[in-house]
Each structure stands twice: as C-alpha cells, then as structure tokens.
C-alpha cells in the first residue's frame, strides 16, 4: 500500500511525504490531531491537516523560537510557553540552568497527552517529572490576562492564524504579553512564512508595533514548513537583539544546540530584501 500525506501550501502547491501507517487520528474539542509514521523525516505531527512538527526537522524550530531570545535577556528566570504541546520549545528552555520556571500554557489537552506518549524526544521534559516545568491546559489569552509583571521571556509557539491561534497574531494579544513581562521582557512568537505570508506578517509585525518598543525578525529554515523559509517576530521592552547580545556567554553556553549557535544568532536578523519589505514600518 502506498500512504501519502499532502499538506497544500497554496492552491497549486503543497509538501507530500510518503508515510508508512497512522499512529494517532483523533478530533479534539479544538481541532484534528493526527500523527504519522513518515519515511524521511521520522514521526510527524499535524493539527487541522497543517505539518506542526516532524522528529527530523523540530530541531531548527525549536532552537530558533526558544535561544534567541533566552541569550538576549542577561538571566532569564521565569519563561511563559503559550501554545507549543509537543514540548519541544520546554526541552530547549529546559537547556538554560539559570531558568527557574517554565510554564507551558496550551489549550488542547489531547495534543499534550499524545505528543507524550507519541513523541517522547520532544515532550521528555512535560511529563510531569521536571519540577522547574508547569502544565497549564488553558487559552493562552485567558492566562496571561491573569498574569501581570511575571515573565522574563514569553514564547508563542502557535499555529498559524486559523482556528484556535486566531486571537495570537492581534493587538490585544501583545498588550496582554508586554503586561505579563516583567520591566525588560521579550517576546518571540513563530511568525509564518516570509515567502508565503507576506499579508499575515504585514498586520502582525504592524500589531507588535504599536505595543513593543523593539520588534526585530529573524528566520530559520524548516524544510517540512511551507516553502522552508520560516521565521520569528521578536519584541522587547529593553533588549535589541543585535546590539544587546552576549556573544561569548553564547558561545560558552555549554550544551549542545544543532541549530542555533553565536554566529547565526546574528546571522538570523540579516534579511533578504523581500522579507524586509513584507515589514517595512
Ligand atoms: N508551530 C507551527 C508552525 C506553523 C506551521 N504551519 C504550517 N505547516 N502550515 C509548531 C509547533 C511546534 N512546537
């Protein structure tokens, strides 16, 4: 039998990988989640038919959404994940001795409970055993509304803004994370793609502007993700995410990162010309 997924990136275009069986396919009170067995890039996750992780390529994502951030902020403590179930952005945050809490915040409680039973390389640090790590299955807006001055860092591992992410891309959004953080807190939030998603990222960017005084983007490659240029937005009260960078303290950080390192943190902010232009103030 020949079993393969498409995900459409557009009407005309899409990504197909070949899989070998489902391991899960099930429909939550939010969304579907499915997890497949793929042939090239390992056990994939995918929620509304959208690729949402693959054990071949999370590495990149997870980096990139989680040690920007965590090596600009000087001595993060206290780290918010909204969104991110599949505990790949906790497992990273989880690297940084000096993090005292993270907290992960994520609506659907079905996606926690699989990606820990279905993808244990990424939720090795949500099963409960980690004392520096909190579960909240919870609407992010609604946590953080209940949350102010708290965070050093907060992450929005989202999907993209259909469904249950809607709410994440918008002005009210960011005002609810720029009161959660503390006086120079930073956000970064996955921000789609430059190639694909130039409208998407023109409202968002334009949002965190009106909230954060420093908005920055930078960009990963992700191969499973539509047309594999990815990218982040990063806002911050206080820390600019080139000038403010501790270029040794990275270099030094003493853990292994496949993905990130101290020369491509920097590298990461240099932009292609149509990138730029899909934010230009
Ligand atoms: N967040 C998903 C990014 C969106 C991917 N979009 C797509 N395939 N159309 C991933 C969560 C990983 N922790």
Not at 43 to 71: C, S
Not at 118 to 131: F, K, T, V, Y
Not at 138 to 157: K, M, N, P, T
Not at 176 to 195: H, N, R, T, W
Request: aromatic letters at 12%; one cysteine or more; charged letters at 25%.
């Amino acid at each position: 039998m020949d079993l393969w997924y498409t995900e459409k990136h557009s009407e005309n275009v899409g990504i197909t990988l070949k899989a070998t069986r489902s391991l899960f396919s099930g429909k939550s009170e939010f969304q579907q989640l499915d997890i497949l067995e793929t042939v090239e890039y390992g056990r994939m996750m995918l929620l509304d038919g959208l690729v949402m992780v693959t054990e071949r390529d999370e590495f990149v994502y997870h980096d990139m959404i989680t040690h920007p951030a965590l090596f600009t902020h000087p001595a993060p403590k206290k780290v918010l994940v909204i969104g991110g179930g599949d505990g790949g952005t906790i497992r990273e945050i989880m690297k940084h001795p000096g993090v005292e809490l993270a907290v992960l915040c994520e609506i659907d409680g079905l996606v926690i409970e699989k990606s820990i039973e279905l993808l244990p390389s990424m939720a090795c640090e949500i099963d409960g055993r980690n004392p520096r790590v909190k579960l909240h299955v919870d609407d992010g807006i609604a946590y953080i509304r209940e949350h102010r001055d708290q965070f050093d860092v907060i992450l929005v591992d989202s999907t993209d803004p259909i469904g249950p992410a809607v709410g994440l891309f918008e002005e009210d959004f960011y005002r609810l994370v720029f009161a959660a953080l503390k006086e120079d807190g930073i956000m970064v939030a996955q921000s789609e793609s430059p190639f694909y998603h130039a409208e998407i990222q023109k409202s968002m960017y334009g949002n965190l502007r009106q909230v954060f005084p420093i908005v920055e983007m930078y960009q990963a490659f992700i191969p499973t993700y539509p047309s594999g240029l990815w990218s982040f937005a990063f806002a911050s009260k206080k820390y600019h995410p080139v000038r403010d960078f501790d270029r040794a303290r990275a270099k030094n950080r003493g853990f292994y990162t496949k993905y990130y390192n101290e020369e491509l943190h920097l590298g990461a902010f240099m932009l292609p010309t149509f990138a730029r232009e899909n934010i230009a103030g």
